[in-house]
């Protein structure tokens, strides 16, 4: 209909603009880490991987002598390439639940979760997002959204969930990365105590030959030979040191967490739950120990003033009884009469 050559067939009224909601795609599920969105906390992994193996095998492990040098190179390229490996195949595995892999399309969008209708996301090993009967020790990550057979956690480091199918690699990775940290820092000590002592140790390849200079330092030997000063070779052995040194406490800590969840056949999400339901139980004792407190304050408060009123009531009649037994008591002693006079 037109009205005055306005269409309104066409035209939304502000206020009905205004109430329209706005329909979201819905999320699909997520295949492994390298499936988008990708997280920062991945590149940095990724970069500082890259920065440690550039510097510790271009510069640091060509300082050594020879003798050391090629078993430096055997150990750590064993250790940085097999923590390659274990990394790439923890991020690529789909940890996903048998049945989700097999009947799920990862290409149809994951079901709205009504809690009007279901209490929890999976009952009686039904998922009713996945839309799949799963494993007992399946849990549904709403990061990657689908349920992981043997769900521990999701980790944001490999963008990806740590489950059954993939928990070994991860610990690998996780003692493969500690163990090259270590070797890292072994090798840096060394390089620091020859310098304060003997300098010339470090400075056993050929090349050193045609430098004079006791300042002038080559970095990446034997290949790309750099020449720098040493303040720039110092500079750098020290930031490599202090990262290497944060991040073998963060993964020594995670590794002794792994043994010791392994010793007690528990989950990182089991872990969790255990902690959680302890702080709840405590922090229950904790309320019932203060009302019990204050139900017995306030008792002994009540107990108190009717003592005290009880008391008041008493003091009178105690007050009254001594008064009288005290004059019951006093002797009145009357004046010898006076003899008349004569």
């Known amino acids: 209909m037109n009205i005055c050559g306005v ?11 205004s109430n329209v909601k706005k329909i979201l795609p819905r999320p699909l599920s997520r295949v492994n880490g390298w499936s988008p969105p990708l997280h920062s906390f991945q590149a940095i992994s990724w970069t ?41 195949i923890t991020t690529t ?63 944001k480091w490999l963008n990806n969930c740590v489950g059954s199918r993939n928990y070994r690699f991860f610990f690998c990775s996780v ?3 500690a163990a090259a940290l ?13 310098y304060f002592v003997n300098p010339d140790e470090l400075r056993t390849d050929p090349l050193y030959k045609e430098i004079s200079s006791k300042e002038i330092w080559l970095l990446f030997l034997p290949l790309w030979p750099v020449p720098v000063k040493t303040s720039v070779v110092l500079s750098i052995a020290v930031v490599v040191f202090l990262l290497a040194i944060a991040s073998f406490v963060l993964l020594g800590h995670l590794l002794i ?6 010793a007690k056949n528990l989950s990182t999400f089991d872990y969790m739950m255990k902690t959680r339901f302890q702080k709840n139980s405590h922090s229950a004792e904790k309320k019932e120990l203060s009302v019990r407190k204050r139900g017995t304050i306030s008792q002994e408060k009540s107990n108190s003033t009717g003592w005290s009123q009880s008391s008041q009531r008493v003091e009178p009649q105690k007050f009254l009884l001594s008064t009288l037994s005290q004059q019951s008591n006093v002797c009145f002693i009357a004046p010898a009469p006076k003899a008349p006079p004569q």
Not at 7 to 17: D, K, Y
């Open 7 to 17: 269409n309104r067939s066409r035209v939304l009224p502000e206020a009905q603009a």
């Open 93 to 155: 595995i789909d940890p996903a639940d048998t049945n989700v892999r097999l009947k799920k399309d990862y290409s149809e969008p994951v079901p709205t979760f009504d809690r009007s209708k279901h209490a929890h996301v999976i009952q009686n090993q039904y998922c009713h997002l996945c839309e799949v009967t799963v494993s007992k020790k399946a849990k549904h990550c709403s990061s990657c959204n689908k349920c992981v057979s043997g769900f521990d956690h999701h980790c």
């Open 257 to 262: 967490f792994h043994f010791y969840l392994i």
């Open 48 to 88: 500082t991987y890259l920065a440690m193996s550039i510097v510790t095998f271009g510069i640091f492990i060509p300082f050594l002598p020879t003798s050391w040098k090629y078993a430096a190179y055997v150990v750590m390229g064993g250790l940085s390439l097999f923590h390659l490996i274990v990394h790439l």
């Open 182 to 194: 270590l070797g890292t820092m072994v090798i840096l000590l060394y390089i620091f105590i020859q």
């Open 175 to 177: 003692a493969s990365a």
